[in-house]
């Protein structure tokens, strides 16, 4: 089974994606694409004309996989790895999807509305929609502190899709609304996602991007 994943470095959700591959060790070819490039983003709108990724394409096959949690749940279903992006067992596959929808909506898009503003010319800007953004952030982690207490990954014992989902999410939201001491189980919860392997590749290969994160 061998698949094409057009991405970015840099790019969150591509993260998620990436953090996903790595865990499963499936075999993948990177195809890194450029927005500022006419032809590589008319080669990416031929597969997905919203223009947005990751997505991930089987080669044997030609299916166009799109929606990072899709791709996640794909990537589980066709190449089992050793770790089990979703658990079997019923209550705790709800939990884990629930945290990855819950992370993607109530950290990661306000994260990227908060960035997203940032790259609006100056007379575009929404800084009512940032500061609401913070305040969903601000409630998304005091939830997340108590829901996550006692826990070693966002869903349990185990690292499951709703981790692939925490880790570019949290990381990014640090940046731009910083965990506190008052949130020490967000804290080191974050510290144990640096320290997974597959989280810790992602960061290292993203390392020459990140000067260009204008968060
Ligand atoms: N819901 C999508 C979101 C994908 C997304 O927003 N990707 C961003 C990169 S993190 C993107 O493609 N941005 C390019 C653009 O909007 O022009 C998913 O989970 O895959």
């Known amino acids: 089974m061998t698949f094409t994943l057009y991405y970015h470095p840099l790019a969150s959700y591509c993260w998620k994606v ?24 008319d080669a990416l709108a031929r597969l997905w004309p919203l223009l947005k990724f990751p997505v991930l394409v089987e080669e044997a096959t030609g299916q166009v996989v799109a929606e990072s949690s899709i791709i996640i749940e794909y990537i589980a279903q066709t190449c089992p790895g050793p770790s089990q992006l979703l658990p079997a067992e019923p209550a705790a596959a709800l939990e884990t999807r629930f945290l990855d929808r819950f992370f993607d909506q109530q950290v990661h898009e306000p994260m990227q509305k908060h960035v997203g503003d940032k790259l609006r010319p100056a007379d575009k800007r929404d800084p009512f929609g940032v500061e609401q953004a913070h305040s969903q952030i601000e409630v998304a982690y005091d939830l ?9 990954w966002a869903a349990g014992d185990t690292f499951t899709l709703a981790d692939c989902a925490a880790a570019p999410a949290l990381y990014y ?4 609304h910083p965990l506190t001491p008052a949130r020490p189980v967000l804290t080191s919860y974050l510290e144990r996602l640096h ?8 960061f290292a290969e993203a390392q020459p991007y990140l000067h260009f994160f204008p968060g």
Not at 173 to 176: E, F, L, P
Not at 195 to 202: E, V, Y
């Open 195 to 202: 320290a997974r392997p597959s989280f810790a590749r992602t």
């Open 18 to 41: 990436l953090i996903a591959l790595y865990e499963a060790s499936a075999p993948f070819d990177p195809r890194l694409v450029d927005l500022s490039d006419a032809a590589q983003r």
């Open 144 to 152: 997340l502190e108590r829901r996550l207490a006692g826990r070693t």
């Open 173 to 176: 939201a640090n940046r731009v």
